[in-house]
């Protein structure tokens, strides 16, 4: 037997080896997901109350019972002797603004139920092998991550190396802590990768179903579904762009079942404003230093910009299609009032644009550059691991690079000014503020500010209405005072100062360098329109 005879012989064992031990590693990850402790982050108590109505009775309206056993779960799962207070006692008040009664009465969540309907397998499993329930959104996002991978490495485009080396990219990103976030980031993030791989087949009805599920918990990914309905007109495949335009429609069944229900289509426009989107918030996305993609993705910054004129040079109508697109949802999540949201580390509205990106990325640049990418997203990744690994509190912390710049090159950093505050207070505005018309809610806590150890103030955020509470927070010379109100100026608008060395100190505590109240001091909020509390009479 020939040594050629021997090596082709061994690819099918290398392959049935690889899909083993990927198997393997899938299920190990589901397994852990399945066995962590309770937790809840973004917008997880809407999402669980769905899953545990569509698990009760099949149907998304979220009724006492559902509540109560939601809460009896988490008690369950608690040790007997911890003595913590019940978890419907400790929780109650969260679920204040993600619930809405109809004008029928029937209590609903503000946001769509496809993510928690896709959760209900995970549930009804859980719950069969006497496994904690409540995990059933990160088992989810666990299944779905696992399955988004195997579907570039079975059906993506390119040799076998390529599409090993297109998976690695795509796990090799922040979407490595989200897997046990309890929102909807990995499960859109899973999907627009199997909205790429179906373009790239040039499944046009495929790719825009994907795109579409997905933007029904993401709505402007709907300018993705777009793209495969008329990438198919232009290629003259009118029932190919039929079955697009049907998949794609998907992305508007919550806003009918919205109206439908309610008589509006959107419950949460009191949360979008478009006069928000600016060169700003373009900015944010990009380079700010606690959630933008130079301080988690820096590779892509040099290689997304290269690879859309390596696109425009090549004129690939296909990558200059989804470069659009994507540029327009980048432009529209600016829209979201709430601009610090809870996250790990990159902000979470990135996580799942981050799939399309890559793919033009991917698409563009030659076999070594891919490699060389792949490697960069992989240390990026692991020195962040070692370093600065996210948390479930990262949203309200400054995280490690931002922090070494705020005490050394201060002036280098001054972020929108909401993502400053709440991270100097680790505190955010009632969400039912907003939801009331009350915008900006960050600015009671003005003014705040971040400095050394020491306790010397290195930024002060702070505007004309709150500068009297400068000298009552911090240790100011008197003489400092007049130039503080000139740099204030007499706009409404928030302002960053720089004091010189030693001139202004913390006289309220440090905590993690950050000097102000350890608390933002709100007031009761009000009750939230047409809102009722789960579980309430």
Do not use: K
Not at 283 to 288: E, H, M, N, P, S
Not at 408 to 423: D, G, K, T
């Amino acid at each position: 037997m020939s040594r050629h005879t021997v090596g082709t012989s061994s690819v099918p064992l290398l392959r049935l080896s690889g899909v083993l031990a990927y198997a393997c590693a899938s299920i190990l990850l589901v397994v852990w997901c399945s066995q962590r402790p309770f937790a809840r982050q973004g917008d997880a108590w809407e999402y669980l109350a769905t899953t545990e109505a569509l698990a009760n009775h099949g149907s998304p309206e979220v009724r006492p019972g559902d509540v109560h056993t939601m809460f009896e779960r988490v008690d369950l799962w608690r040790p007997r002797d911890s003595g913590a207070r019940p978890a419907a006692e400790v929780y109650a008040r969260e679920l204040d603004h993600g619930f809405v009664t109809a004008p029928d009465g029937a209590l609903h969540t503000r946001h769509f139920w496809i993510y928690s309907l896709f959760a209900v397998p995970a549930h009804v499993a859980l719950e069969a092998v006497g496994a904690p329930a409540f995990n059933a959104l990160i088992v989810t996002n666990a299944w779905m991550l696992a399955a988004a991978l195997a579907l570039v490495l079975l059906s993506g485009a390119g040799t076998g190396r390529d599409r090993l080396t297109f998976a690695a990219l795509l796990l090799a990103s922040p979407v490595v802590w989200y897997v046990t976030f309890t929102g909807v980031e990995v499960f859109t993030w899973s999907l627009v990768i199997a909205a790429m791989v179906a373009l790239d087949r040039s499944r046009h009805d495929a790719s825009a179903l994907a795109a579409g599920l997905a933007a029904t918990q993401n709505p402007p990914l709907v300018l993705l579904a777009g793209v495969s309905v008329l990438l198919a007109l232009r290629r003259g495949r009118r029932a190919d762009a039929v079955r697009a335009l049907a998949g794609a429609s998907i992305a508007l069944v919550p806003l009918a079942w919205t109206e439908w229900h309610f008589g509006e289509p959107i419950l949460i426009a009191a949360t979008i404003d478009v006069g928000r989107i600016s060169v700003t918030r373009t900015a944010t996305l990009i380079a700010d230093l606690n959630v933008g993609l130079i301080a988690y993705a820096p590779w892509l910054l040099v290689a997304l910009p290269l690879a859309v004129a390596r696109l425009v040079q090549r004129r690939e109508t296909t990558g200059l299609a989804v470069a659009v697109a994507m540029g327009g949802v980048a432009l529209a999540v600016q829209s979201q009032l709430n601009w610090n949201t809870d996250g790990r580390g990159l902000m979470r509205y990135l996580l799942w644009m981050l799939p399309a990106f890559t793919w033009i990325v991917f698409h563009a640049a030659g076999p070594h550059w891919r490699m060389r990418i792949a490697g960069a997203a992989i240390a990026t990744t692991v020195a962040i691991a070692v370093w600065d690994p996210p948390r479930d509190t990262s949203w309200l912390e400054h995280r490690a690079l931002a922090r070494w710049v705020l005490h050394h090159v201060p002036a280098l950093y001054e972020p929108e000014p909401e993502i400053f505050a709440e991270r100097a207070v680790h505190a955010e505005a009632p969400a039912t503020w907003v939801l009331n018309g009350v915008r900006d809610g960050w600015r009671v806590a003005l003014p705040v500010a971040i400095g050394r150890p020491t306790g010397e103030v290195t930024t002060l955020l702070l505007d004309r209405a709150t500068l009297a509470e400068v000298p009552r927070r911090f240790t100011v010379p008197s003489g400092y005072l007049p130039e503080l109100e000139r740099l204030v100026g007499a706009g409404d608008a928030p302002v960053y100062v720089h004091p010189p060395t030693g001139t202004v100190w913390a006289t309220s505590g440090a905590v993690d360098g950050s000097f102000a109240p350890s608390s933002m001091p709100w007031p009761q909020p009000a009750r939230v329109a047409r809102g009722a509390r789960p579980g309430g009479s």
